[in-house]
Antibody, heavy 118, light 110 residues
């Protein structure tokens, strides 16, 4: 069965960076794009961008341009999302989600809580 | 402000039917297929409906989706207390080149 397992919760100070990992299983890593979506407490879903694990191509939501970097390691079948210059507004649960192939996610990771606090 | 518009909340009694609407525009719902997600408290979103009206394996037929123009609807029949959750619609927006979501609808089963 398809599963996406993410790294554990993080606490960061304002101005720092955070890197979240996402390791899919149950399918070939390079055959589906990976989306990153975040959700602040009590708020809705916010798409951050996607990455093609096969060729590394990526696209970011305009809001995060210049602050987010999505990468992957094909040798270990893992995707990464790094967000820099953190502020308290970046405190949220960050999800990776496999793209279904029609432009929206199907399978989701369990989420990684990122707390930005001094 | 979400690109797709959903009612903030809906409610109905156990056993009844509820409909959740999601409206968008010509660059998103009008052009692309829509998915629906169920998010139980404290958990990750789960795919309920894809391609407007298709259920993944394991999703009961109490859940159904439909599309008309630039709007989609999620119907849930035979409501159970376990259906209490937030429901989101999502699709690709061809103008924004981004995945867009509705603001979410909280379902309460009275």
């Amino acid at each position: 069965q398809v599963q996406l397992v993410q790294s554990g919760a993080e606490v960061k100070e304002p101005g720092a960076s955070v890197k979240v990992s996402c390791k899919p299983s149950g399918y070939t890593f390079t055959t589906y794009d990976i989306n990153w979506v975040r959700q602040a407490t009590g708020q809705g879903l916010e798409w951050m961008g996607w990455m093609n694990p096969n060729n590394g191509n990526r696209a970011y939501a305009q809001k995060f341009q210049g602050r987010v970097t999505m990468t992957r390691s094909t040798s270990i079948g893992t995707a990464y999302m790094e967000l820099s210059s953190l502020t308290s507004e970046d405190s949220a649960v960050y999800y990776c989600a496999r793209d279904s192939g029609n432009g929206s996610p199907d399978y989701w990771g369990q989420g990684t809580l990122v707390t930005v606090s001094s | 402000q979400s690109v797709l518009t959903q009612p903030p909340s809906v409610s109905a009694a156990p056993g009844q039917k509820v409909s959740i609407s999601c409206s968008g525009g010509s660059s998103n719902i009008g052009r692309n297929d829509v998915s629906w997600y169920q998010q139980l408290p404290g958990t990750a979103p789960k795919l309920l409906i894809h391609d407007n009206n298709k259920r993944p394996s394991g999703i009961p037929d109490r859940f159904s989706g439909s599309k008309s123009g630039t709007s989609v609807t999620l119907d849930i029949t035979g409501l159970r207390t376990g259906d209490e959750a937030d429901y989101y619609c999502g699709t690709w927006d061809s103008s924004l080149s981004a995945v867009v979501f509705g603001g979410g609808t909280k379902l309460t089963v009275l």
